[in-house]
């Protein structure tokens, strides 16, 4: 029988990029896309698209039928800035689409499932240098408090219910394929924008911020890849921590000036600052290497090299 998967939150920053990865292994036949909105429909490349609303289980449930769906990639769910914003919604989108997510998968024994946690689990209490695997977790955003409840659900499911379901905590990702959405990171991807279109940038945290981050392209090797490890390997079923850098946004301003000539950046930190305090400044993420072979390939110099050429490619467009 054919793996068939679906891509829940299809048209976010991850999902946009991480349906093409997956109908390039598995056949385009074989993937299909779901947003709430219909933009989402063709993230990337042609393909199948159902319109549906992750919150409503029935809207899931139709999709898991209609195509025979095996595994499921549930990407869903509303960040940290735009969550302080409106944290009922946060709660409502986050909490709710999860909790429909691995009930279909228990009842229609799906064979995994992924859910994306990040490093907002994490808060002020927790060491702020090489964050442990296991240590306190106490949030200070509605973000944060939903990815400590998604990540112990998770792993209720998985030993109540024997649920192949896998995690990893995200740190700030960067990616040209999509603009900034209103993430507490997204500093490190809209630099790269600014710098091509305005030749300055006002970032929204202080230069001396540090916070670990992650090329796009090894956030979706990740996934894939600890999708594809054996169950026996997977010995974490909350989240895996997760990290490629951490630099300070003034470390990231002098680098995108060494290839952007003449480019400025001043810090103007806003509300986002308190934020971005709350979370490590570097991950401990040995626990990932040991157990399902992590290691990520961009460094800083790579990832500015090939965010400025391929942003300037979508830029003259």
Same mark, same amino acid.
């Given at each position: 029988?054919?793996?068939?998967?679906?891509?829940?939150?299809?048209?976010?920053?991850?999902?946009?990029?991480?349906?093409?990865?997956?109908?390039?292994?598995?056949?385009?036949?074989?993937?299909?896309?779901?947003?709430?909105?219909?933009?989402?429909?063709?993230?990337?490349?042609?393909?199948?698209?159902?319109?549906?609303?992750?919150?409503?289980?029935?809207?899931?449930?139709?999709?898991?039928?209609k195509?025979?769906?095996?595994?499921?990639?549930?990407?869903?769910?509303?960040?940290?800035?735009?969550?302080e914003?409106?944290?009922?919604?946060?709660?409502?989108?986050?909490?709710?689409?999860?909790?429909?997510?691995?009930?279909?998968?228990?009842?229609?024994?799906?064979?995994?499932?992924?859910?994306?946690?990040?490093?907002?689990?994490?808060?002020? #209490?927790?060491?702020?240098?090489?964050?442990?695997?296991?240590?306190?977790?106490?949030?200070?955003?509605?973000?944060g408090?939903?990815?400590?409840?998604?990540?112990?659900?998770?792993n209720?499911?998985?030993?109540?219910?024997?649920?192949?379901?896998?995690s990893?905590?995200?740190?700030?990702?960067?990616?040209?394929?999509?603009?900034?959405?209103?993430?507490?990171?997204?500093?490190?991807?809209?630099?790269?924008?600014?710098?091509?279109?305005k030749?300055?940038?006002?970032?929204?945290?202080?230069a001396?911020?540090?916070?670990?981050?992650?090329?796009?392209?090894?956030?979706?090797?990740?996934a894939?890849?600890?999708?594809?490890?054996?169950?026996?390997?997977?010995?974490v079923?909350?989240?895996?921590?997760?990290?490629?850098?951490?630099? #300070?946004?003034?470390?990231?301003?002098?680098?995108?000036?060494?290839?952007?000539?003449?480019?400025?950046?001043?810090?103007?930190?806003?509300?986002?600052?308190?934020?971005?305090?709350?979370?490590?400044?570097?991950?401990?993420?040995?626990?990932?290497?040991?157990?399902?072979?992590?290691?990520?390939?961009?460094?800083?110099?790579?990832?500015?090299?090939?965010?400025?050429?391929?942003?300037?490619?979508?830029?003259?467009?």
């Open positions: 029988m054919k793996t068939k998967i679906l891509v829940t939150g299809a048209g976010g920053q991850i999902g946009s990029e991480l349906v093409p990865a997956l109908r390039a292994e598995f056949g385009a036949e074989n993937v299909i896309a779901s947003d709430i909105k219909a933009s989402g429909a063709t993230p990337g490349a042609a393909g199948l698209f159902e319109q549906a609303d992750a919150t409503q289980a029935a809207e899931l449930e139709a999709i898991i039928i195509h025979q769906i095996s595994v499921i990639y549930h990407l869903v769910g509303v960040i940290s800035a735009v969550g914003q409106n944290p009922d919604l946060a709660w409502r989108v986050n909490m709710a689409s999860l909790k429909n997510v691995l009930d279909l998968a228990v009842s229609h024994k799906i064979d995994r499932v992924f859910w994306p946690s990040s490093i907002a689990a994490f808060g002020p #209490s927790a060491p702020r240098e090489m964050t442990p695997q296991a240590t306190i977790l106490e949030p200070t955003t509605i973000y408090v939903t990815k400590v409840a998604g990540e112990l659900l998770c209720y499911y998985h030993h109540k219910y024997g649920l192949d379901v896998r990893v905590r995200y740190p700030g990702i960067i990616s040209w394929q999509t603009k900034p959405g209103g993430g507490t990171t997204d500093y490190a991807c809209a630099i790269y924008y600014d710098a091509l279109e030749g300055h940038y006002d970032c929204f945290v202080s001396e911020t540090i916070l670990p981050m992650m090329y796009m392209p090894d956030a979706i090797r990740a894939m890849s600890l999708m594809a490890a054996a169950p026996e390997k997977i010995k079923r909350t989240s895996y921590n997760l990290t490629a850098l951490d630099f #300070s946004a003034q470390e990231l301003a002098d680098n995108v000036s060494k290839y952007v000539s003449g480019f400025t950046c001043a810090f103007v930190p806003d509300a986002r600052q308190k934020i971005a305090d709350s979370w490590p400044k570097s991950i401990d993420d040995s626990a990932a290497r040991a157990d399902w072979g992590w290691q990520p390939e961009f460094g800083l110099d790579d990832l500015s090299q090939d965010m400025i050429k391929n942003l300037k490619l979508k830029l003259a467009r």
